[in-house]
């Protein structure tokens, strides 16, 4: 197992994978991995220094969360956030109360004693409370570095040990300095290097799929988008031409003309890619379907089928790749620590439990800004990095309701006529995601003269970074205005045109 400078144990927090982007973005390579995660696998990795990260739960309760007691006898530096920082006061004798009310927001950090975790930080600056509970007393060897109006004890430290504890969430963007602290606790405290890049995640990530594969066989699914194209160009790197089939299923779900802007795309990467036309079985699978769940388990379970029929026109083919996120995973299932789960996506929660695939995801650990730096570094032109995320059950999760060709149709259209006005206007490369969703619900409208009682479609644009929290985009009324008179006018069944204005959280960026 290669050497990872920073672990980071998850106890749960939706934070959690936050701390891990900040670190690798300052080049120290970092992994998270479950609060229960062995000893002997924590060892494994020879870590300069481990992080406990915010979670749900009371440490005080009889099922807390609890790690491998011989983290505290590695010797390792160890940074507490949130729930860390309680986990490690209780574990060294002092206490933790449920305090008299929650504190979330901002507060204001008083920097109470130099140290190097505060080098570069300002005194007074804004830090981001998230908690239930409360340190009351602090354990022997410990001392208050840093307070807050209603947090005494915002920032503890046992120098001697190399512990620290923070009750405020560094990892946040509304923690003005938080970056800049939890490097300093690698670099300053932990002795971290700041060696780490998408140049050499490829590498590693090259390497790992060679070990993995040697010499069989990997049928890579793809869809055309950012995802699945930077692992196919990925396992185009690192493995023989004959080891590697490409596989695009047009499923039915795609959106207008999609199907020959792959072929085309791959066609510039010049990697094989074999086409199947699976339209007829996913309908029919999905017929009389209107629950998001089952939609999504079907599709995920259609795809697999397919896929194993086509890897039985091949000899040797035992893996499956995927362009899994690190956000799929999280929303999917916990496979990192307790959180909760979301929604199931088709490549991780979708999955059948027949399945005798072995997967194959290098993407599975960064988020989607990430596998855009890591598409540029592979050479992947900039209009493919470029191009808006697209769900793996594709319109299907767009169709409120039981997915028919007639409610595709209208999707199909109103989400063309959309991305045209954006690429028309320049906003295309502004939002982070657009599409369109067909509601399924029908309203009175007039066209002329006549009455009409047809369908209305949502606009759903949003800004993001990495696809765990989003805001509703700020696009000026005449770009909204063109979109929905272009719909309205060119698209038969359609009468009404509304814009989404919810932000994620606490809404999703997908309607389903």
Not at 89 to 104: C, K, L, N, P, R
Not at 161 to 187: C, D
Not at 251 to 259: I, M, S
Request: charged share 25%; hydrophobic share 40%; glycine share 8%.
């Amino acid at each position: 197992m290669k050497q990872v400078p920073i672990v980071v144990l998850d106890f749960g927090s939706q934070y959690t994978q936050l701390i891990a982007r900040k670190l690798r973005e300052s080049g120290v390579y970092t992994e998270v991995v479950p609060y229960r995660e062995e000893i002997e696998m924590i060892k494994a990795r020879r870590p300069q220094g481990i992080i406990l990260s915010g979670g749900p739960a009371s440490v005080y309760a009889e099922d807390a969360y609890l790690p491998d007691i011989g983290i505290w006898e590695l010797g390792l530096p160890i940074l507490g956030i949130c729930y860390g920082m309680q986990l490690m006061t209780q574990h060294f004798g002092g206490e933790v109360v449920a305090a008299d009310h929650h504190e979330y927001g901002k507060a204001k950090l008083k920097i109470k004693t130099s140290c190097p975790i505060f080098q570069g930080v300002g005194d007074g600056e804004v830090v981001w409370m998230s908690h239930g509970d409360k340190v009351e007393s602090i354990p022997a060897g410990f001392s208050v570095i840093g307070t807050s109006e209603n947090s005494p004890f915002a920032v503890i430290a046992d120098e001697s040990r190399h512990l620290y504890a923070f009750q405020f969430h560094p990892e946040v963007h509304h923690s003005i300095y938080g970056t800049q602290m939890l490097k300093n606790f690698t670099k300053h405290i932990c002795g971290c290097d700041s060696t780490w890049n998408m140049g050499s995640f490829a590498k590693e990530k090259i390497a790992s799929i060679r070990a993995q594969v040697g010499n069989r066989k990997v049928l890579c699914g793809v869809s055309g988008g950012v995802d699945s194209s930077v692992v196919a160009t990925l396992l185009h790197e690192a493995l023989p031409k004959e080891q590697l089939v490409c596989v695009f299923v047009d499923q039915g779900l795609l959106r207008k003309d999609e199907a020959s802007q792959v072929q085309a795309m791959f066609q510039v990467l010049d990697i094989d890619l074999i086409t199947i036309d699976a339209k007829k079985e996913f309908m029919e699978a999905l017929a009389g379907v209107s629950d998001p769940e089952r939609k999504r388990k079907i599709i995920g379970e259609k795809f697999i089928e397919v896929f194993d029929s086509e890897a039985s026109k091949h000899t040797d083919v035992s893996f499956l790749a995927q362009g899994t996120l690190y956000t799929d995973v999280i929303e999917s299932v916990s496979v990192k620590g307790p959180s909760k789960t979301i929604k199931s996506h088709h490549n991780v929660g979708g999955l059948p439990d027949w399945m005798s695939f072995e997967l194959v995801e290098p993407l599975r650990e960064i988020f989607k800004d990430e596998v855009r730096k890591l598409g540029l570094e592979l050479g992947l032109p900039a209009d493919m990095i470029g191009r808006h995320p697209f769900p793996g059950p594709g319109l299907a999760i767009r169709v409120m309701g039981e997915v028919n060709e007639e409610a595709l149709r209208l999707l199909r259209e109103s989400d063309a006529i959309m991305q045209e006005e954006l690429k028309a206007t320049g906003y295309y490369d502004k939002v982070w995601q657009a599409f369109t969703v067909l509601l399924n619900v029908r309203s009175v409208g007039v066209m002329g003269d006549n009455r009409t009682y047809d369908n209305t479609v949502c606009v759903r644009m949003v800004e993001s970074v990495d696809g765990m929290t989003a805001t509703f985009a700020h696009i000026p009324h005449d770009v909204l205005e063109a979109i929905s008179r272009r719909i309205i006018n060119e698209i038969n069944g359609i009468n009404r045109v509304v814009y989404d204005i919810s932000s994620k959280p606490p809404a999703t960026i997908e309607w389903e």
